[in-house]
């Protein structure tokens, strides 16, 4: 089913994985995607490393998802070190496996593989490749805080709303401040463009880890979340908790303001997004 039509029917729950690297990280996700199937998500999606080594397996991991179990699967792809051909055949591919939802990214490739720039310079543009290719109903992801290379807020405002307006709908990066995604959502309305807006949500369940995203990423870790999981810092159960409740409240004051589904970056793992499902009164998403 197409997620465009999924989000029509009301608010959606979905999960985000990534293809694992070896047997041991295929073991794991396997064993997430046996847990989480149950809570009958919205829809789950599947990242894809510009830098090459997984890139098969997003295709592997997407088909196979939406071929054998209950779950419709979304693929993410990116413009980085591919050349206009070489998209159009990945999406070709897809459109043949039935596989109907694809993710239109911009990519960050590693900088030490030495890739060839993409041909397409912006996600915009693959959100167009992907149209000329097929009947695919097409996400973007876009940037509360914003984009850390937008030269400043309101560019990458408009450049989100252009990219919006011609495709389906749209996955936001992690935040943990609702105020930054209302506040994207609120840019969007006053640029003209009204198509779902999905919150990302990422709950910090550790404090190395989270912190180095955020970084990489441009989100703003705040100081209060910072010494809350500080305080029980050499207890990892009890930051998993405290993790797990902030993420909790984020969603629902997301829910309550009226955000049209939540995507969880799951990293693989069922536990954090099992117990903010539970803490939410969720039993299954549809
Ligand atoms: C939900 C989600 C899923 C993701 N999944 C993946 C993944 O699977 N693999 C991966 O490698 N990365 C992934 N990313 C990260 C993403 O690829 C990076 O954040 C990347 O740097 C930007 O991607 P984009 O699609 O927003 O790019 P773009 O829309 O191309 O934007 C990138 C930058 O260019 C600017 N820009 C856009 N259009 C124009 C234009 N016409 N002229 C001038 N400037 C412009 C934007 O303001 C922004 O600063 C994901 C991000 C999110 C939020």
């Known amino acids: 089913m197409k997620i465009h039509e999924i989000l029509n029917q009301g608010t959606t729950y979905s999960f985000e994985f990534f293809p694992p690297k070896d047997d041991g990280m295929e073991e794991v996700l396997a064993r997430t995607l046996r847990t989480l199937e149950p809570l009958s998500p919205s829809y789950v999606s599947v990242t894809y490393g510009a830098g090459g080594s997984t890139r098969e397996r997003t295709h592997e991991l997407v088909v196979t998802i939406d071929r054998d179990t209950t779950m419709t699967a979304m693929a993410h792809l990116t413009c980085a070190g591919h050349s206009r051909s070489e998209l159009a055949e990945i999406v070709e591919r897809y459109g043949e496996h039935g596989i109907e939802n694809i993710l239109a990214l911009g990519g960050d490739p590693p900088q030490d593989l030495g890739l060839p720039p993409g041909e397409l310079p912006h996600a915009i543009d693959l959100v167009r490749l992907v149209r000329e290719v097929g009947d695919f109903s097409v996400g973007v992801a876009v940037h509360p805080e914003p984009h850390p290379k937008s030269p400043s807020v309101d560019a990458d405002r408009a450049r989100a709303a252009e990219k919006l307006a011609e495709a ?96 969880f970056y799951t990293l693989n793992r069922s536990t954090a997004t099992r117990e903010i499902y539970q803490a939410l009164g969720l039993t299954s998403a549809r």
């Open 168 to 263: 389906d709908f749209a996955i936001t990066q992690f935040f943990f401040d609702a105020r930054h995604y209302f506040d994207l959502v609120d840019s969007l309305r006053r640029l003209g463009v009204d198509k779902p807006v999905v919150a990302g949500i990422m709950p910090a369940t550790r404090l190395s880890s989270i912190e180095r995203m955020s970084a990489m990423q441009g989100s703003e870790f705040p100081q209060w979340l910072r010494e809350k999981l500080e305080a029980v810092g050499d207890d990892p159960k009890a930051v998993r908790a405290v993790g797990v409740d902030e993420a909790t409240k984020l969603c629902r004051t997301l829910l309550d303001g009226g955000a049209p589904g939540l995507h």
